[in-house]
């Protein structure tokens, strides 16, 4: 079974910048989508942004213009850089990652927007 591990959270300032990576322990294939999402306190899980194999995105209208997703490689299926973080931000973010047949999430990295 793939397991996907989120990295790059951590405690940031207000406007400040982070970059998460998506780790996963085997190749998956036939990927139709990535993406991240996040999950305040006490709020439902939500999407930030998606990325298709054709490469098209789709971002949360709060994020647009501040976070770029990307794709990368077997070992590391997807990116997310954040920039001009705000408190609002502040969330577990879960990476995504979804064939046909199968979605597989990791189990979050913490981002807290804070000064």
């Known amino acids: 079974q793939v397991q996907l591990v989120e990295s790059g959270g951590g405690l940031v300032q207000p406007g400040g910048s982070l970059r998460l990576s998506c780790a996963s322990s085997?190749?998956?294939?036939?990927?139709?989508?990535r993406g991240w999402y996040r999950q305040a306190p006490g709020k439902q899980r939500e999407l930030v942004a998606v990325?298709?194999?054709?490469?098209?995105?789709t971002y949360l209208d709060s994020v647009k213009g501040r976070f770029v997703i990307s794709r990368g490689n077997a070992a590391n299926p997807v990116f997310l850089q954040m920039n001009s973080l705000k408190p609002e931000d502040t969330a577990v973010y879960y990476c995504?990652?979804?064939?046909?047949?199968?979605?597989?999430w990791g189990e979050g990295t913490l981002v807290t927007v804070s000064s």
């Open positions: 990325i298709t194999s054709d490469g098209d995105t």
């Open positions: 085997g190749s998956i294939f036939s990927i139709n989508t």
């Open positions: 995504n990652v979804a064939t046909n047949v199968m979605t597989y």
